[in-house]
């Protein structure tokens, strides 16, 4: 797993049967290739692991909980098939959620922007602090969010997913976001998000092993056609940042930080 703070890491922490995965990124905790991987890893390991009951998401610092994808990163991409393979990356972190045997929770103190909204819309229950607005920015990118998309849809609907997706340049508050259901909770601060978290993982990680795979695979019913629809999604966005128009964007959005 990545190691060095500048480029981002991966770290795993186990509490008693309840597993803490935290990525984390210098800017805003946005997500390049590297870090999708290992979070797509370490997701599959520890929610293959029998000793963990329960997985929990977060990320680091305590401002932006994911900027989305990287900028950086996205600015170099010269060919569709780069963009396919860096699209993928979200879809395969996507469907490590979706497929592992095990509860996933979402522990969310800031901001969720792009790709970051479709992680906590994947979780399958998700926590957050009153400052953590919501925003799908893809489409001011000249992009579109087509691999978060589905996730997006399926926890908040079709009709506050496209309120995000066609309005991209405006924040959502936490209070809409948890009216449209993509927050479960919304707490005042950290203090109190780590409290209801650890007290929502440890009563999970007591639960029935059994009937917790069970309803985790009954709430997940009708999305086994997501291992191919988000790779075809993401060959979407592959080919669509590569136009000039997005180009251009992302070179503006580069030099402004």
């Keep these: 797993m990545i190691v060095n703070p500048t480029e981002g890491y991966v770290r795993v922490e186990r509490r008693g049967t309840v597993s803490h995965i935290e990525f984390f990124h210098p800017q805003s905790n946005s997500l390049p290739s590297a870090v999708l991987a290992d979070l797509t ?5 520890e929610g293959q692991n029998p000793a963990v009951h329960v997985i929990v998401l977060r990320s680091g610092g305590d401002r932006v909980f994911c900027g989305g994808a990287s900028f950086a990163e996205l600015a170099s991409i010269r060919t569709e098939a780069q963009g396919l393979a860096f699209f993928s990356g979200f879809a395969r972190v996507i469907n490590a959620i979706r497929t592992v045997p095990k509860f996933v929770v979402g522990r969310v103190q800031g901001k969720a922007v792009g790709g970051g909204v479709g992680l906590a819309c994947a979780v399958d229950y998700c926590i957050a602090t009153q400052h953590a607005a919501v925003k799908l920015s893809e489409l001011a990118v000249g992009i579109g969010p087509f691999v978060v998309g589905p996730a997006v849809e399926r926890k908040m609907g079709l009709s506050a997913m496209s309120q995000l997706a066609i309005d991209a340049t405006e924040f959502r508050s936490a209070a809409w976001a948890q009216q449209h259901g993509l ?19 440890e009563r999970l990680a007591s639960q029935s092993v059994e009937a917790t795979v069970a309803l985790k695979q009954s709430l997940w019913q009708g999305t086994e056609h997501w291992g191919e629809l988000l790779v075809e999604r993401a060959a979407i966005s592959g080919r669509l940042v590569r136009t ?13 930080r």
């Design 244 to 256: 000039e128009e997005a180009q251009s964007r992302i070179r503006i959005l580069l030099s402004g």
């Design 41 to 45: 890893k370490a997701i599959h390991d």
């Design 183 to 201: 927050y479960a909770q919304v707490v005042d601060d950290a203090v109190a998000l780590d409290a209801a978290v650890d007290a929502l993982a």
